[in-house]
Structure formats: structure tokens, C-alpha cells
């Protein structure tokens, strides 16, 4: 039997016996590999329906920074915006501007009524002009401070929450 196996190998027959056992061995790889393939073909659902709720992580209620007209609402509920970048609404800054505007007359008035005092040499009349000049120069910082905070910005980023934005135009916000 040995002396048969080794005139097997010498005339290539086991080579063919052992080529049979590997062609059988790459065929069933290539089926494997085939189906494999033909598996990404399938349609596979990407998402499943889930009823589920979305609460807020960080809310935060925004406020007027002073008591005015709310003159423009720029955002409506879910629209996404920006911390410290996205404009809510804007206050109404006419009032303030006509305030703005007879104050600085005052301030120049205050300023010529010291240059008076100073010019009389009189030092009561000097000290009240003078802080007539400083409380008038206080009330400009504060209604430019009013008109320039007249934009209120979102204070964190996520979505507007909340209905019936745009029934607030022309509400006075405290």
C-alpha cells in the first residue's frame, strides 16, 4: 500500500486528489464571500418609531433689561439659536432716544453754566454746576447703556421654547 502511495505522488494523482480538497475549500469560500456581499444589498430599516418625550437639559427664562415696548420678536418656538450671538427681540428705543437727546442738551447747558461759575469766581455756584454736569453726564451712560442693551440676546445656545412669540410685540416688558 505504501509502495502505491508513492507511485500515487510520483505520478501527480495525489496532487490531484489534494488540488480537489483546496478548489472545494476556495468554493466555499467564495460562496460565503458572495453571500456576504449580496447581504448588503438588503434593505435594513435605518430607524425604529419610539414615542418619547425631549425635555429641555439647561433652560433658562430671558427677561427685559429694562422696562420697555417689545418692538420686534426675531424668533419663533424651536428655532435654534447661538449664547451671546442670536437676537430674541429688541425693545422699542424711541423714549429712550428723545431722553438720550434732552439730556445731552442739558449736559452742555450744565457745561456752559460752569464755565459761568468759574468765570464768576464764585465756588458754591462752581460746586453745584459741577455736579449738576456729573449727574448729567451719570444719566447719558445710563439711557446709552438702556439703548444699547435694547437687543436681548439668547443667554445659552439650544432651541426656543415657547408659544405665542409673536403675541408679545408691542407688550411693555418689566
Do not use: C, W
Not at 469560500?29 to 449580496?38: D, F, I, N, Y
Not at 415696548?69 to 424668533?75: C, E, I, K, M, Y
Not at 438720550?100 to 452742555?108: E, G, K, V
Not at 453754566?113 to 464768576?120: F, I, L, N, T, V
Amino acid at each position: 500500500l505504501a509502495d502505491v502511495a508513492v507511485k500515487a505522488m510520483a505520478s501527480g494523482a495525489y496532487n490531484t486528489v489534494a488540488g480537489r480538497g483546496s478548489v472545494r475549500r476556495v468554493l466555499k469560500r467564495a460562496a460565503v464571500l458572495a453571500g456576504l456581499v449580496g447581504l448588503a444589498f438588503v434593505p435594513i430599516p435605518d430607524g425604529q418609531r419610539i414615542a418619547a418625550s425631549v425635555s429641555a437639559v439647561d433652560e433658562r427664562v430671558v427677561t427685559a433689561p429694562f422696562t420697555g415696548v417689545l418692538s420686534t420678536v426675531a424668533v419663533r418656538e424651536n428655532d435654534p439659536v447661538v449664547a451671546g450671538e442670536t437676537v430674541l427681540a429688541t425693545l422699542d428705543v424711541r423714549e429712550i432716544t428723545q431722553e438720550l437727546i434732552a439730556a445731552q442738551a442739558d449736559h452742555a447747558k450744565a457745561l456752559m453754566e460752569r464755565e459761568s461759575a468759574r468765570a464768576g469766581r464764585d465756588a458754591t455756584a462752581l460746586r453745584n454746576a459741577e455736579l449738576e454736569v456729573e449727574r448729567l453726564r451719570a444719566q447719558i451712560d445710563l439711557l446709552e447703556s438702556r439703548r444699547d442693551s435694547a437687543q436681548i440676546l439668547a443667554p445659552i445656545s439650544g432651541l426656543v421654547a415657547g408659544d405665542g412669540l409673536g403675541d408679545l410685540q408691542g407688550a411693555t416688558l418689566r
